[in-house]
Each structure stands twice: as structure tokens, then as C-alpha cells.
């Protein structure tokens, strides 16, 4: 039941300490449960909490349940935080501190990143509470800094604050206290934090994921919590209703962003969850959310350019957003302005008009070269995935000396049995790609595989060869 409330949003801990607080509220990994009322009087931080006020601070944790405790405290006090994703490479660390430049480092780890010199300060916080009464009200409107990958290899840092971050997220006039969110995101990252912030900020729960579980594990455990919103990329979704514990859960409402949603997977998805909402939303780090979509179909209706909930508009083929919800700024860059000077950010994924609807066909910088020809690897990938025995694909190019390249598809089908049959599938996938794409489009090979390599982020790894 929804109640009339305005949810403050100047900090997390105000939020939590609004006076409809729902005292049945609650955040859990796969060890531990902890009730968010008890967050208004209580720290994760121990003694040292005072001493991160007003700093630019670290935040890496084994654990997302230790992030998140730790955001709700350091949003408002401290005047940065930097989320580190848990599989971030050590080589990385130093740019990322000489970039703010960091001061302090908040952790779960007995000596995290120790003989840093410009770092005077190293705080634990974990899933433990104290007592920790007193004033907590905001003092700064801290900036969250993410990480997202660069085209060098280093990382690029993109600055938000809880404004920008929770822009699209729509409280107003309602305490949706019923509400369990869960995600197989990180809430380390965009996507994620997103799920994070939507529980905290409209009165819900959050299950989070571990790197501990199966996809079958972690839906069962969140079927005992009572999910009722949950989220991932396709290829996640993929990956977790290949088990019957999909079954388990009974959501009202799924949602798939990072990666296009084709319609195998919607109809996919429709078919398991028959009575629930079925959304998928276009975010990046840098630009924030701009739309979702719960009409059941692939890509989104042209009509959103001109009347969506940010400004919108396709140059040269790619979708360009101008939003509040943008990031503010990029750190360690020459440049450090993430919009161009019309106030648009260039997403880089490539659009394609159909009649009425717009259709995600990839990314700019994933564009095969096939003699001359361009070909979008997603766009093959969403012919191959209408096959009823295939679970997921990736397109990939391969070295040609006639052409340049070539276009080879790798394939994961729905059941293990069925790789004895691969020559067979081989061919009717073949067969589909020809009634469906011109011959520059259609794979030189097709390769059955046990499964493909999905990456920390939830999203197919894409390798350039």
C-alpha cells in the first residue's frame, strides 16, 4: 500500500531518517541482514567516522553490503567518495587517488592499499553496527564519483551527486514501502546503484547479489525475501532463467538495461514471468537515465525523441541525450567536461529508424568492416538469438585478406544436449541469417560453445580480433 509522503533526497541518511520510516525496511547479502531504521542512530564506520568529514575518500569493499552501509553515512559528510568496482585492477589506483586527490580510504579489508602517501586516514566499516548517536545532518553535497571503462585502458572517472544520480527516480507523492528491489548488478556500478538508490530513496528493501552464488542461488534467496522488483542485463537474464529457480521468484515488475534488449529475451522473460512488468531502460554512466520502455517490444517509439522524459536527439545515427541527470564533470582528464557544447552527450550507441520505433543496433565503436561495409554485431546477434534453441550469441570479426574481415558468431543454446546436434543448429542459424540479412551481414562460421564469457559489468565480453 502506497502512502502520501515526500521522501527528502538532500542525503541518504535523511532519507532514511524521514519520519514515515518504514521500520520493516531492510538490506541483505547472502550472510547478513540489517534493518535500515537502525541506520538513523547507529554507524558501520566505528570511531573513526568523525574523522571523514569533508574528505575525498576511497570506498573499496569485498562486500556491496558494506558499500552500501557505508554510502548512507558518507553522503553528506565527506565531499567525495569514490566507488570502486571489486574487480578494479590494483595498477589503476594510483591515477585514481592522484586524481581527486584521495585522503582517506574507507574499507572491509585488514590493510587495504597500505604506503599510500597523499592517504593519512584508513577507516574499516563492514556490516557490524554501533550506537552512534549525535548530529548527522548533511554538512556537503558529496560527490560520487564511478568508474567506467576508458578507451587507454585506464578507467575514466565520472563525477554525480545524489541529485543527478537519483533525477529519474520518482518518490514524489508516494512511500512505497511493500517494495523488495534486487539487481544481479553491483551497486558499484551505474546500473546498480541505481537499484540501490530507488530502495533507499521510495521506502522499499534491496537484496543485493554475491559473488558467492549462482544466479540459481542468489533467486532463490531472494525468493525468500519476497522480490518483487528485480533487474539485470539481458545477458544476465539469460544466464539465470537457463535454471528452474527462475521460477522461483514471482516479480511485479523486471527490468533489463547495459546491454540492447532484443525481442528473444522480452518474449523470453514474458513467457516465465507472465503477470509481471516487463521494462528495459537506456542509462549510461555519463548521461544518466533517459528512458525505459514496458510495451513489450523492442526499442523504443520514435515518438520519445521529441516527447520523452529528457531531451533527445539522433546525430549521425546516435542517439545524443541533454539531461539534469547528466554527470557533472569527468576527473584526470585534460578536458573534464562530459557534454558538448550544446549541452548534449554523445552516447555512441547507433539508432536505426523502422517504421515508427527506433532500434539499438550497437555501438559505434563496435562496427565491423566487412570489404567496405559496415556491419553492427548486435544486429546479427538479435537474427541469431530468434532461434528457438539458442540462449545467447556474440558476433565478433575475423581477419580477411580479401575483405579486411569476415563476421563469425559464437552460440550458447538453451539446453547442453543439444551441442551433440551442433552441426544441425549450425546450419539453421545459417539458414536464419540468410532469409533475414544481406550477405556482408551473414557469419563466415558459426561456432557452438558451451557458454560465453559474461564480464563483472553483466554484459557479454566482446573481444576485437
Not at 523470453?268 to 544518466?288: D, M, N, Q, W
Amino acid at each position: 500500500m502506497c502512502r502520501m509522503h515526500q521522501i527528502p533526497r538532500n542525503s541518504l541518511w535523511a532519507a532514511l531518517n524521514s519520519e514515515a520510516n518504514n521500520s520493516l525496511r531492510f538490506l541483505a547479502d547472502d550472510k547478513s541482514i540489517v534493518k535500515l531504521p537502525e541506520l538513523v542512530q547507529a554507524s558501520c564506520l566505528g570511531p573513526g567516522r568523525e574523522a571523514l568529514l569533508g574528505r575525498s575518500i576511497l570506498l573499496t569493499t569485498k562486500d556491496q553490503l558494506a558499500t552500501a552501509l557505508a554510502l548512507i553515512e558518507l553522503d553528506g559528510i565527506a565531499r567525495q567518495v569514490v566507488l570502486c568496482p571489486p574487480d578494479l585492477p590494483r595498477e589503476h589506483f594510483p591515477f585514481i587517488i592522484q586524481s581527486l586527490p584521495v585522503n582517506a580510504i574507507v574499507s572491509d579489508q585488514p590493510e587495504p592499499l597500505a604506503g599510500l602517501p597523499s592517504v593519512d586516514c584508513v577507516v574499516g566499516c563492514g556490516s557490524t553496527l554501533a550506537p552512534a548517536p549525535g548530529n548527522r545532518a548533511p554538512r556537503f553535497q558529496t560527490e560520487w564519483i564511478l568508474l567506467t571503462s576508458g578507451t587507454t585502458g585506464r578507467p575514466k572517472l565520472v563525477v554525480h551527486n545524489l541529485t543527478t544520480l537519483a533525477g529519474g527516480i520518482d518518490s514524489s507523492g508516494t512511500l512505497a514501502g511493500g517494495r523488495v528491489w534486487s539487481t544481479f548488478y553491483d551497486i558499484r556500478r551505474y546500473g546498480g546503484l541505481q537499484i540501490f538508490l530507488r530502495a533507499v530513496l521510495t521506502g522499499g528493501s534491496l537484496v543485493l547479489s554475491s559473488p558467492r552464488e549462482t544466479p540459481a542461488d542468489f533467486l532463490t534467496r531472494a525468493a525468500r525475501f519476497g522480490v518483487t522488483h528485480i533487474s539485470g542485463t539481458p545477458s544476465h537474464w539469460r544466464n539465470a532463467i537457463l535454471d528452474q529457480s527462475a521460477q522461483a521468484i514471482a516479480p511485479a515488475y523486471v527490468r533489463l538495461s547495459g546491454e540492447i534488449a532484443d525481442q528473444s529475451i522480452l518474449d523470453c522473460l514474458r513467457s516465465v514471468y507472465p503477470t509481471a512488468k516487463i521494462a528495459h531502460a537506456f542509462a549510461s554512466t555519463e548521461a544518466g537515465l533517459a528512458f525505459d520502455v514496458a510495451d513489450g517490444l523492442a526499442g523504443f517509439p520514435a515518438s520519445l525523441i521529441e516527447n520523452g522524459p529528457v531531451q533527445m536527439k539522433v546525430r549521425d545515427g546516435s542517439l545524443c541525450i541533454r539531461s539534469p541527470r547528466t554527470a557533472v564533470r569527468y576527473l584526470g582528464q585534460t578536458n573534464g567536461v562530459v557534454a558538448g557544447a550544446d549541452g548534449f552527450v554523445d552516447t555512441g550507441d547507433l539508432l536505426e529508424l523502422r517504421g515508427d520505433r527506433y532500434y539499438f543496433v550497437g555501438r559505434r565503436d563496435g562496427v565491423i568492416n566487412v570489404g567496405g561495409l559496415k556491419v553492427h554485431p548486435e544486429e546479427v546477434e538479435a537474427v541469431i538469438n530468434r532461434h528457438p534453441r539458442v540462449r545467447m550469441s556474440v558476433v565478433r570479426k575475423k581477419k580477411n585478406p580479401i575483405t579486411g574481415a569476415v563476421v563469425v558468431a559464437d552460440v550458447a543454446l538453451w539446453s547442453a544436449a543439444e551441442n551433440g546436434q551442433s552441426a544441425r543448429v549450425e546450419q539453421e542459424i545459417l539458414g536464419l541469417c540468410r532469409q533475414s540479412l544481406p550477405p556482408h551481414k551473414v557469419p563466415a562460421v558459426v561456432s557452438i560453445l558451451p557458454d560465453l564469457p559474461v564480464a563483472a559489468t553483466g554484459k557479454l565480453v566482446r573481444h576485437h580480433a
